[in-house]
T-cell receptor, first 113, second 116 residues
Framework: NAGVMQNPRHLVRRRGQEARLRCSPMKGHSHVYWYRQLPEEGLKFMVYLQKENIIDESGMPKERFSAEFPKEGPSILRIQQVVRGDSAAYFC???????????FGPGTRLLVL | AQTVTQSQPEMSVQEAETVTLSCTYDTSENNYYLFWYKQPPSRQMILVIRQEAYKQQNATENRFSVNFQKAAKSFSLKISDSQLGDTAMYFCAFLGTQGGSEKLVFGKGTKLTVNP
């Protein structure tokens, strides 16, 4: 049973470009979460999605950031017009249902030059 | 809002010895879940152990066990017979059950080094 998959593992963008991060949940999991980890910090919640629905986006910056989890295909975290402060590790997690353990992917390290 | 505090930024232990990592949290909820995750140098987040607040029995997972003190809002992790592979950042995390919230709230982490 494959774990949570994320790609790319490393992404380099110049300021002003778009970053697109992908996450495929564990088989059978319909709940997806995105977290951001700044250097030397713990993870901070960004958004919680179920298939075709955003359930909680209270941790998402109001501008430039968006997330989706379509009926078919991976969940996407999209950052438009990236700035240096967006440089971080972005982790995706998935769970089977509410209150169940969240299992994490390997993360995408975004570097904005 | 819930908060999670890990008061030990760094710790070290000799191989084969026992070490305890501290975690306290603040919440007004009565039913919730607590977790310890490990982040080795590879940066992968790996689940170590999970505790349901309604269970009085402390969770154990091989060499890992917790001391869950609900009244004190304390959730420490004990690692027995430490191994070199235990070297990692350890994060304590809280998951509430009210209001449909599914967000994990993490502490800032404790960097554990196991010395040979």
């Amino acid at each position: 049973n494959a774990g949570v998959m994320q790609n790319p593992r490393h992404l380099v963008r110049r300021r002003g470009q778009e970053a697109r991060l992908r996450c495929s949940p564990m088989k059978g999991h319909s709940h997806v979460y995105w977290y951001r980890q700044l250097p030397e910090e713990g993870l901070k919640f960004m958004v919680y999605l179920q298939k075709e629905n955003i359930i909680d986006e209270s941790g998402m910056p109001k501008e430039r950031f968006s997330a989706e989890f379509p009926k078919e295909g991976p969940s996407i975290l999209r950052i438009q017009q990236v700035v240096r402060g967006d440089s971080a590790a972005y982790f995706c997690a998935s769970s089977l249902a509410s209150g169940e353990t969240q299992y994490f992917g390997p993360g995408t390290r975004l570097l904005v030059l | 809002a819930q908060t999670v505090t890990q008061s030990q930024p760094e710790m070290s232990v000799q191989e084969a010895e026992t070490v305890t990592l501290s975690c306290t949290y603040d919440t007004s909820e009565n039913n919730y879940y607590l977790f310890w995750y490990k982040q080795p140098p590879s940066r992968q987040m790996i689940l170590v152990i999970r505790q349901e607040a309604y269970k009085q029995q402390n969770a154990t997972e091989n060499r890992f066990s917790v001391n869950f003190q609900k009244a004190a809002k304390s959730f420490s992790l004990k690692i027995s017979d430490s191994q070199l592979g235990d070297t990692a950042m350890y994060f304590c995390a809280f998951l509430g059950t009210q209001g449909g919230s599914e967000k994990l709230v993490f502490g800032k982490g404790t960097k554990l080094t196991v010395n040979p």
